[in-house]
Structure formats: C-alpha cells, structure tokens
C-alpha cells in the first residue's frame, strides 16, 4: 500500500455536537409531548434521524407518525440543532492540527457522515476552508445509515481506495460497527455522552485527536 485514507465521522468527532443534538432532540420530544431522556438519547446517538423518531414514538406506545410527519420532525430537529451550535460552534481540540498532518502526509480524507447534508455543510465551514476533504458522503448519499456500512464504503469508493486502505476515525458504536462491517479498522474518540466500555469493540480508543499521528493511524491498517 502506498496511500492511505481516513475517513472521519463529523459529530462528536470533529465538532463537539452531543450537547446541542441532545437539547434539540428534547425540544422535538416536548413538541410531541414524548419527554426525551438522556437514556433514550444515549442510546441513539449517532443513527439516523429517522429510526430515532420511530423508537421514540414506539418506546411512548405511540403510533409510529408517518413519512411525512417524520421528516418533518427531522427537519425541526435539524433546526434547532444549527442554531445551538452556532451559538458557539465547538471544534474538537486537535482537530486542525491533526488534519494538517495527514495533508502533509498525502492521506487522502474524507468524512463519512449519518447527518443530513445541510448539516454537514455547515459544520465544515465552522472547521475551517482551509481543510478540503477529497470525498464528502452523507447520510442521503446512500441507502442505509450506520450500523450498516454503506456510509464508509461510500467514501472509500470516492477515494478510489479499498477498504482494507482506510481507516475511520468514529465517537458512536453505530459508526464502529459500520467501519468494522465495511472491513475497515476503527478509531473511536471517547466523547463527551460516551465511555470507554461502550466503545471497547475499537481497535484504539483514545479521548483526544492529538493523540492521533499520521504513523499512528497506519500502523492500524496494518494490523
């Protein structure tokens, strides 16, 4: 192998989202009158909008709402998400730093993300222009959201590498067992609304990007 890719997930990976997802998906469950607990909340972190909104439905004895009703709630959701973080918008720390040395080490970067693509979009110009990602996959550029694989995949077709070239870099367990499912090492970032249990099915588990290197991340592709 002479290139390499790494594909990040962009909430709680690359941004420090959890707060603002979680206070967003409360102000939906009191739109609903379905309070949204912190239980609840962890427990769906990181899928896609819409099988969160049938559990939280379900787990009420609701009636699941129908297609329209649930995007609609997505979108309401989404919202209100943007406009938490953009109050503040917090960068995990290392993150440039990190990027910076995979650019300067020619790995190819990509993000590889459940979150729909206006969301995306405007996290990445929160991170900064200067960081350009050589392939950009959302949860609308495929068929089936994490646990499945087909978001990383996605990506490492996009960077015309094989999946054994690659290495994701994730904070959810959904997104480890879609790496691992696309036959992809995995890198989870402990966190905030995240423990080092919940995460154990990693290959490396660290709590900070800056301990994350160009070499360190090979040698998990070489494992």
């Known amino acids: 192998m002479d290139q390499f890719g790494a594909i990040f997930d962009l909430d709680g990976t690359l941004v420090d989202s959890c707060t603002c997802h979680e206070r967003a998906w409360m102000a939906v469950g009191d739109s609903v009158g ?5 239980e609840f909340f962890l427990r769906f972190f990181g899928r896609p909008n819409t099988p969160i909104i049938e559990a939280l ?25 943007r406009t938490l973080l953009g109050g503040t918008f917090p960068i995990m720390p290392g993150t440039h730093q990190l990027l910076d040395a995979l650019h300067d080490d020619d790995w190819l970067v990509a993000i590889g993300s459940s979150a729909p693509p206006v969301n995306v979009d405007f996290m990445l110009r929160g991170i900064a222009p200067r960081h350009a990602f050589d392939a950009i996959v959302t949860g609308d550029c495929v068929a089936k959201g994490k646990p499945h694989p087909d978001v990383f995949l996605e990506a490492a077709s996009r960077l015309e590498l094989a999946p054994n070239e690659c290495v994701v870099i994730e904070d959810a367990l959904p997104g480890i067992e879609a790496a691992h499912r696309a036959g992809m090492h995995c890198v989870a970032l402990c966190s905030a609304g995240h423990t080092r249990e919940e995460l154990a099915a990693a290959d490396l588990i660290v709590h900070h990007l800056d301990e994350l290197s160009p070499s360190r ?3 998990l592709i070489y494992l």
């Open 217 to 219: 991340l090979q040698s």
């Open 57 to 81: 439905f379900g787990e009420a004895g609701r009636a699941t709402p129908d297609a329209p009703t649930i995007a609609r709630l997505a979108d309401q959701k989404e919202s209100i998400f």
């Open 34 to 38: 379905i309070p949204v607990t912190r």
